[in-house]
T-cell receptor, first 113, second 118 residues
Framework: GDSVTQMEGPVTLSEEAFLTINCTYT??????PFWYVQYPGEGLQLLLK?????DKGSNKGFEATYRKETTSFHLEKGSVQVSDSAVYFC????????????FGQGTELSVKP | EAGVAQSPRYKIIEKRQSVAFWCNPI?????LYWYQQILGQGPKLLIQ????????DSQLPKDRFSAERLKGVDSTLKIQPAKLEDSAVYLC????????????????FGPGTRLTVL
């Protein structure tokens, strides 16, 4: 079945630093990748997604490009803030798997002032 | 628009007891999912409903877990009897408005129910 591998955490950065969280996947069909975020004490929220190859999803200063040739969807942000501290999950939706989301293990980000 | 509602938010039980969780999806969403999130891991699908029919329950431990979706709206997930390893957050999500591609549709998650089995 499909699987998602993302960078292990925790990741600790200073405010205004550049962020990259790597995500790669294996899939049997033509999937769509997503990034979800879980802030402390809150539920999962969609951060961004891509619908076709080479699409770039973006939201709140975060970006990720769907690279079908390298089966990757790395998350980036040019300048992180303390409020970005959260757990970030890469996920995949594959019609060959019925549309369920397959999640990576999550990467905890801590941003220090 | 109201989000996905879940209750209770927290539950503590002894092993071998039973427990039930409730979910009310976003109005108009035909597809409902239950995920289990064990501490330090990503969520894993337990069961997926399309309207009131089961689409995928391959990862549901059917000897102890059961779920139903009445009239294609609300859903309940039950565990009976609970084991220590069932301690987790149980997440409900909904998606798939009519006419949307299943591949790209966004799933919206509720706040989850944190279950502790002692």
């Amino acid at each position: 079945g499909d699987s998602v591998t993302q960078m292990e955490g925790p990741v600790t950065l200073s405010e205004e630093a550049f962020l990259t969280i790597n995500c790669t996947y294996t899939a049997t069909g033509y999937p769509s990748p997503f990034w979800y975020v879980q802030y402390p004490g809150e539920g999962l929220q969609l951060l961004l997604k891509a619908t076709k190859a080479d699409d770039k999803g973006s939201n709140k200063g975060f970006e990720a490009t769907y690279r079908k040739e390298t089966t990757s969807f790395h998350l980036e942000k040019g300048s992180v803030q303390v409020s970005d501290s959260a757990v970030y999950f890469c996920a995949l939706s594959d019609p060959a798997e019925g549309g369920k989301l397959i999640f990576g293990q999550g990467t905890e980000l801590s941003v220090k002032p | 628009e109201a989000g996905v509602a879940q209750s209770p938010r927290y539950k503590i039980i002894e092993k071998r007891q039973s427990v039930a969780f409730w979910c009310n999806p976003i109005s108009g969403h035909a597809t409902l999912y239950w995920y289990q999130q064990i501490l330090g891991q990503g969520p894993k699908l337990l069961i997926q409903f399309q309207n009131n029919g089961v689409v995928d329950d391959s990862q549901l431990p059917k000897d102890r877990f059961s779920a139903e979706r009445l009239k294609g709206v609300d859903s309940t997930l039950k565990i009976q009897p609970a084991k220590l390893e069932d301690s987790a957050v149980y997440l409900c999500a909904s998606s798939f408005r009519e006419g949307t591609s299943i591949r790209t549709d966004t799933q919206y998650f509720g706040p989850g129910t944190r279950l502790t089995v002692l």
